[in-house]
């Protein structure tokens, strides 16, 4: 069987398709850990942790922070069910930055009605939102 050149790439959330393109490869951040996915990538199925998923288009890498969700993986194809997903310029630095302190501020609390879990996972999403709106396109010197 021959390989395929390329991956078609869907990453959608509830409200949106965030991206629809053809890929040379992508990273995904699952449960498990970060993963690399290349065409003719052997099929799984994972489910996604919160985490900056990035691919790859030639020499350009674009970045996505994600959120829970799953990752179906077909040596082709990839496709990406997020309940949240933001590319790294749609990403508002301030509204972040505010998201972050605020969840900085519950945790610290640790009061008895805050969920502490909750203010957990609400402060790591908005560090990996700012982490990833600082890498807007990277593009490797010498390219690939």
Do not use: C
């Not at 992508?26 to 690399?36: A, H, N, R, S």
């Not at 640790?110 to 396109?137: G, P, T, Y």
Request: hydrophobic share 45%; charged share 30%; proline share 6%.
């Amino acid at each position: 069987m021959e390989l395929p050149s390329s991956l078609r790439f869907e990453l959608v959330t509830p409200e949106r398709a965030v991206v629809r393109e053809a890929v040379d490869e992508l990273q995904i951040p699952g449960e498990e850990g970060y993963f690399g996915v290349l065409p003719g990538h052997t099929p799984l199925l994972a489910s996604l942790h919160v985490g900056e998923l990035w691919f790859r288009q030639g020499s350009e890498r674009y970045y996505i922070s994600v959120a829970f969700g799953f990752a179906e993986v077909l040596p082709d194809r990839v496709t990406v069910l997020a309940q949240i997903a933001e590319r790294a310029e749609e990403i508002d630095v301030k509204r972040a930055e505010a998201a972050v302190k605020r969840a900085r501020e519950r945790v610290d609390q640790r009061a008895a009605n805050i969920d502490f879990e909750r203010a957990r996972i609400a402060l790591l999403k908005s560090l990996m939102r700012l982490q990833v709106a600082s890498k807007i396109r990277v593009r490797p010197p010498g390219g690939l």
